[in-house]
């Protein structure tokens, strides 16, 4: 291995001291805008995806479901279900 000659090396950049900017009332306005929205569009789909009503969810027959707790036709009625 070579000794190498630490003098001949260059010094380390200093590090640049960066002045922190206020922010505009421009990137304010448009960070709050993005916030609020992203609640918004989050809560509207929490809500969504919470709601009882079983009107979106699709059904075993592709009928909608009509509430009247008869099976479909070709669905077995008697046994042990074990998904029931």
Same mark, same amino acid.
């Given at each position: ?9 260059? /010094?380390? /950049? ?8 206020? /922010? ?29 009503? /079983? ?8 009928? +909608? ?6 099976? +479909? ?12």
């Amino acid at each position: 291995m070579q000794d190498m000659d630490l003098s001949a090396a260059e /010094p380390a /950049p200093v590090p640049s001291t960066r002045i922190r900017q206020t /922010p505009t009332p421009r990137r304010l306005a448009a960070s709050l805008l993005l916030a609020v929205g992203l609640l918004t569009i989050g809560g509207v789909a929490i809500v969504n995806a919470a709601s009882p009503d /079983p009107s979106g969810a699709p059904t075993a027959s592709g009928a +909608p479901h009509s509430g009247s707790g008869a099976a +479909p036709s070709g669905v077995p009625t008697g046994g042990n279900c074990p998904n029931m």
